[in-house]
């Protein structure tokens, strides 16, 4: 008795047109008390029309320029989908013979049709105000509505023009919320989008990082780099990946691979000179070193490592006077690059302080020596 009572009173307030929130409000406390409830389809139809005058009603204040929150209009929109693919739920169950006739299918699913551009719209509106929760709900819900049974007649599959541009959406809101579990969600789709696609390698590479998934983060970058080797995001952080696990192998395997795409590019003939640096191949790093300098001689880096791979090799032999000549010869050539290195970052004197100290001292150059001695003393 209860219950046809409220029934009866949202259907007179439907009927009205005043109370409108009243009996969308006793409907969703119906389905919400009583687990029974939520197999009665009068209920959901009648908490739709609550929903659907309202939002005909506002929408009738934003056509006429009165003021009005054009987010509910939106809101209002989902909340009509929302309804009707939980009554489809109920509609299309099995009865007891185990046979699908659903009632109001084909009436809610073209009905439906007519709004769900405004999923689209909305989702855009919400996005701008960096709402960004909202917006991933409206963008995946007006991609629920390609695949889902309800919508099957529909056919957005072959008519819509738009569903991976707005999984892109959809996937960028859920990256800008660090949501991987969301990002994962409309990826596939998103992938078609083919002017972003690379940006959605990227938030799929970021999703798994999110998740702790080393094996598909790297896998996820690799597969950036070699479709999009241009692309800024994907070799760096590879770099970064490849060098915080000390996989210098394969940081060395990805330097060659991105210098066969440009070999005049200095950020990568610089990851080379590193890796090659970290692994002590030190002629190999002076010639990449050289090659850097050749194309740009203000990268500060290139000095350092060209300098300290020569003077590395030969720090244990400086007491060996069987080699004075072939030490002379290795800090003749490491002298320039560590004196440039100095004028180019003058502040980093931790670094080019004592290899300059050694240079000087082996070559007999008083004036540099006392100079460089006196900084080091100030220290």
């Given at each position: 008795?209860?219950?046809k009572?409220?029934?009866?009173?949202?259907?007179?307030?439907i009927?009205?047109?005043?109370?409108?929130?009243?009996?969308?409000?006793?409907?969703?406390?119906?389905?919400?008390?009583?687990?029974?409830?939520?197999?009665?389809?009068?209920?959901?139809?009648?908490?739709?029309?609550?929903?659907?005058?309202?939002?005909?009603?506002?929408?009738?204040?934003?056509?006429?320029?009165?003021?009005?929150?054009?987010?509910?209009?939106?809101?209002?929109?989902?909340?009509?989908?929302?309804?009707?693919?939980?009554?489809?739920?109920?509609?299309?169950?099995?009865?007891?013979?185990?046979?699908?006739?659903?009632?109001?299918?084909?009436?809610?699913?073209?009905?439906?049709?007519?709004?769900?551009?405004?999923?689209?719209?909305?989702?855009?509106?919400?996005?701008?105000?960096?709402?960004?929760?909202?917006?991933?709900?409206?963008?995946?819900?007006?991609?629920?509505?390609?695949?889902h049974?309800?919508?099957?007649?529909?056919?957005?599959?072959?008519?819509?023009?738009?569903?991976?541009?707005?999984?892109?959406?959809a996937?960028?809101?859920?990256?800008?919320?660090?949501?991987a579990?969301?990002?994962?969600?409309?990826?596939?789709?998103?992938?078609?989008?083919?002017?972003?696609?690379?940006?959605?390698?990227?938030?799929?590479?970021?999703?798994?990082?999110?998740?702790?998934?080393?094996?598909?983060?790297e896998?996820?970058?690799?597969?950036?780099?070699?479709?999009?080797?241009?692309?800024?995001?994907?070799?760096?952080?590879?770099?970064?990946?490849?060098?915080?696990?000390?996989?210098?192998?394969?940081?060395?395997?990805?330097?060659?691979?991105?210098?066969?795409?440009?070999?005049?590019?200095?950020?990568?003939?610089?990851a080379?000179?590193?890796?090659?640096?970290a692994?002590?191949?030190?002629?190999?790093?002076?010639?990449?070193?050289?090659?850097?300098?050749?194309?740009c001689?203000?990268?500060?880096?290139?000095?350092?490592?060209?300098?300290?791979?020569?003077?590395i090799?030969?720090?244990?032999?400086?007491?060996?006077?069987?080699?004075?000549?072939?030490?002379?010869?290795?800090?003749?050539?490491?002298?320039?690059?560590?004196?440039?290195?100095?004028?180019?970052?003058?502040?980093?004197?931790k670094?080019?302080?004592?290899?300059?100290y050694?240079?000087?001292?082996?070559?007999?150059?008083?004036?540099?020596?006392?100079?460089?001695?006196?900084?080091?003393?100030?220290?």
């Amino acid at each position: 008795m209860a219950q046809k009572k409220e029934i009866s009173q949202a259907r007179s307030y439907i009927k009205s047109g005043n109370s409108l929130d009243r009996a969308e409000k006793l409907m969703k406390e119906l389905l919400e008390k009583n687990p029974e409830n939520k197999q009665n389809t009068k209920i959901y139809l009648l908490w739709y029309q609550a929903v659907k005058k309202q939002y005909e009603a506002g929408n009738e204040k934003l056509y006429l320029k009165q003021k009005y929150d054009t987010a509910i209009i939106y809101s209002q929109t989902k909340k009509m989908f929302d309804i009707l693919i939980a009554l489809d739920s109920v509609d299309a169950a099995p009865n007891k013979k185990g046979k699908v006739s659903p009632k109001f299918r084909k009436k809610h699913s073209e009905e439906l049709s007519i709004y769900r551009p405004n999923l689209y719209y909305g989702g855009s509106f919400f996005m701008k105000k960096k709402d960004y929760k909202s917006a991933f709900e409206l963008f995946d819900l007006y991609l629920t509505t390609i695949d889902h049974p309800m919508f099957e007649r529909m056919k957005y599959y072959d008519s819509d023009t738009i569903m991976s541009r707005v999984a892109y959406l959809a996937t960028y809101c859920a990256y800008a919320m660090n949501d991987a579990e969301r990002i994962l969600k409309r990826s596939s789709l998103a992938l078609g989008d083919t002017a972003n696609a690379r940006y959605v390698i990227q938030y799929l590479a970021e999703a798994y990082k999110l998740l702790g998934d080393e094996r598909k983060y790297e896998e996820t970058l690799n597969m950036g780099f070699d479709k999009y080797p241009d692309f800024n995001y994907f070799f760096p952080h590879l770099m970064d990946f490849y060098n915080s696990k000390e996989m210098l192998t394969e940081a060395l395997a990805l330097t060659e691979k991105a210098l066969k795409f440009d070999d005049k590019n200095i950020l990568y003939l610089y990851a080379k000179s590193s890796t090659l640096f970290a692994m002590e191949r030190y002629t190999d790093c002076i010639k990449t070193c050289d090659k850097i300098i050749s194309i740009c001689d203000t990268i500060a880096p290139a000095y350092y490592h060209a300098g300290m791979s020569y003077l590395i090799p030969v720090q244990y032999m400086e007491q060996d006077k069987e080699n004075k000549s072939y030490l002379k010869s290795v800090y003749e050539k490491a002298l320039p690059y560590m004196e440039k290195y100095r004028k180019l970052v003058p502040k980093e004197q931790k670094k080019w302080a004592m290899p300059l100290y050694r240079i000087y001292l082996n070559l007999n150059m008083g004036k540099e020596f006392e100079e460089i001695d006196r900084l080091l003393n100030k220290r």
